[in-house]
Nanobody, 115 residues
């Protein structure tokens, strides 16, 4: 498995932007996929956006046009740029990586949308 460390969470006003980062403990260039999930209280973890090894992307319908997932292989980092934030995005976000059929998770970073 790989260790994943998220950062960038915090407080943001409605309509504002935030960028999350997830640093992996080893090279991500060969990963099958990396991306972001979120889990609201009392709900199951859901996919937000993912990036495949061939740079294919998938975004959940609820974030299309607002969130963008990207990566920097040189920094072993995947990012989630979140724009036009609203109260529905107020939750914990988790980094995810799939490598050689093994799935790894970060500890999560809290995003709070509030005026």
């Amino acid at each position: 498995q790989v260790q994943l460390v998220e950062s960038g969470g915090g407080l943001v006003q409605p309509g504002g932007s935030l960028r999350l980062a997830c640093v992996a403990s080893r090279s991500i260039s060969s990963f099958d996929a990396m991306g972001w999930y979120r889990r609201a209280p009392g709900k199951q973890r859901e996919l937000v956006a993912t990036l495949t090894s061939r740079d294919g992307t998938y975004d959940a319908d609820s974030v299309k046009g607002r969130f963008t997932v990207s990566r920097d292989n040189a920094k072993n980092t995947v990012y989630l740029q979140m724009n036009s934030m609203n109260l529905a995005y107020n939750t914990v976000y988790y980094c995810n990586a799939v490598a050689r059929l093994l799935t790894s998770w970060g500890q999560g970073t809290q995003v709070t949308v509030s005026s």
